[in-house]
């Protein structure tokens, strides 16, 4: 799966949701950075996408970038509270939260 869609990235084709499929592909494989670099160009290409805000954030957090994974999930709230959707906004807060409470206290930004 990967190989073929690197494959139509490399034919020309291009676009936010193909960029998101690598990413996922990368991510499922534990290749993070590559991850990490297909959901930028995701987000960049399509800034409303809100899975690929909170993709974003999750690959982020794996490679040990909890400020990076925050900003991507504090983006990806405000783009799903825009969007109406809630389940995402949800989910990312969820997530927001869990990683707060893991990180010793020292290294929270602001009250909890």
Known sequence: MKQQLTNILNSGRDSALLRFSLAKSFAASGEFPEAVRHLQ?????KPDYSAAWA?????L???GDNEGATAAWLKGITVATA???????RQLEVRLRRMRSQLPKASCNGPS
């Not at 969007?83 to 906004?89: E, P």
């Open 41 to 45: 160009e995701a987000v960049r290409q």
């Open 55 to 59: 993709e974003l954030g999750l690959n």
């Open 61 to 63: 957090l794996r490679l």
């Open 83 to 89: 969007q109406g959707d809630a389940q995402v906004r």
